[in-house]
């Protein structure tokens, strides 16, 4: 069913409301995030936008899901192929890195520095586990078709980073082995710090530009994580 006219108009007035406020990212930062300045940029009366977004961590929350939302689409899009799960493990790692590099203040804002004074809700928490989600259930489908090394020696691990390990598994409702988890969080984090480092200007006078050093990193944690392909 279509919306209605009203429907319509209040859609298009949000998306003008989040398209300024990711003009706001990208000149100030989400620090200095203001709805006066939004209702300023679209000519509009404060007491209008206040309708739509009642406070600046409202419209903080609605960026950060738009962000974690869309990166999970190009996750997701990446790992719906049909190669070897490890290989699409690292076209989802290429999938956020480009998504990473189209929208950086976005990326900054879901995956840089907290905002001072604002507490993420839990709406957040949802669309974010989702980009996670992805990397776990190709890791689960290499697992299951026995193409998953778990061989390769580790460190060890003391027993509460085993405890955690644990309480994911219960979480995601996985009967991928402990081992296999936490080298996923290693790798996992690896990934992103890479792509900070690199969007962050961490990689400018040594690996520079940073694609060939990301691709690396992407399929080495592949690699770290036991995937054979």
Same mark, same amino acid.
């Given at each position: 069913m279509s919306p209605t006219p009203r429907e319509r108009a209040r859609i298009d007035t949000m998306e003008r409301i989040l398209e300024s406020g990711r003009r706001q990212l990208a000149e100030q930062g989400a620090a200095a995030l203001s709805l006066r300045a939004v209702a300023r940029d679209l000519g509009m009366v404060s007491s209008a936008v206040y309708r739509y977004v009642p406070s600046r961590d409202d419209l903080l929350t609605a960026l950060i899901v738009e962000g974690y939302r869309d990166v999970a689409v190009a996750a997701e899009?990446?790992? #719906? $192929?049909?190669?070897?799960? =490890?290989?699409?493990? +690292?076209? +989802?790692?290429?999938?956020?890195?480009?998504?990473?590099?189209?929208?950086?203040?976005?990326? #900054?804002?879901?995956? =840089?520095s907290p905002v001072p004074g604002y507490h993420a809700p839990q709406e957040t928490i949802t669309d974010a586990a989702r980009i996670p989600a992805v990397a776990i259930q190709l890791i689960?489908?290499?697992?299951?078709? $026995?193409?998953?090394? !778990?061989?390769?020696?580790?460190?060890?691990? $003391? *027993?509460?980073?085993?405890? *955690?390990? &644990?309480?994911?598994?219960?979480?995601? $409702?996985?009967?991928?082995?402990?081992? !296999?988890?936490? &080298?996923?969080?290693?790798?996992w984090t690896q990934i992103f710090g890479v792509i900070s480092f690199d969007l962050?200007? *961490?990689? +400018?006078?040594?690996?520079?530009? =940073?694609?060939? !050093?990301?691709?690396f990193t992407f399929r080495t944690a592949a690699q770290a994580i036991g995937f054979t392909d």
């Amino acid at each position: 069913m279509s919306p209605t006219p009203r429907e319509r108009a209040r859609i298009d007035t949000m998306e003008r409301i989040l398209e300024s406020g990711r003009r706001q990212l990208a000149e100030q930062g989400a620090a200095a995030l203001s709805l006066r300045a939004v209702a300023r940029d679209l000519g509009m009366v404060s007491s209008a936008v206040y309708r739509y977004v009642p406070s600046r961590d409202d419209l903080l929350t609605a960026l950060i899901v738009e962000g974690y939302r869309d990166v999970a689409v190009a996750a997701e899009a990446a790992a #719906a $192929g049909r190669t070897a799960p =490890g290989r699409r493990f +690292v076209a +989802v790692c290429e999938a956020i890195y480009t998504w990473a590099r189209e929208h950086p203040h976005q990326y #900054a804002l879901i995956y =840089g520095s907290p905002v001072p004074g604002y507490h993420a809700p839990q709406e957040t928490i949802t669309d974010a586990a989702r980009i996670p989600a992805v990397a776990i259930q190709l890791i689960e489908n290499a697992w299951t078709a $026995g193409e998953l090394s !778990v061989d390769a020696p580790m460190p060890p691990a $003391g *027993q509460a980073l085993r405890r *955690q390990a &644990r309480d994911l598994r219960t979480t995601l $409702g996985t009967e991928l082995p402990e081992p !296999v988890l936490l &080298r996923f969080a290693a790798a996992w984090t690896q990934i992103f710090g890479v792509i900070s480092f690199d969007l962050f200007g *961490q990689l +400018v006078g040594s690996f520079e530009p =940073g694609d060939a !050093v990301c691709t690396f990193t992407f399929r080495t944690a592949a690699q770290a994580i036991g995937f054979t392909d």
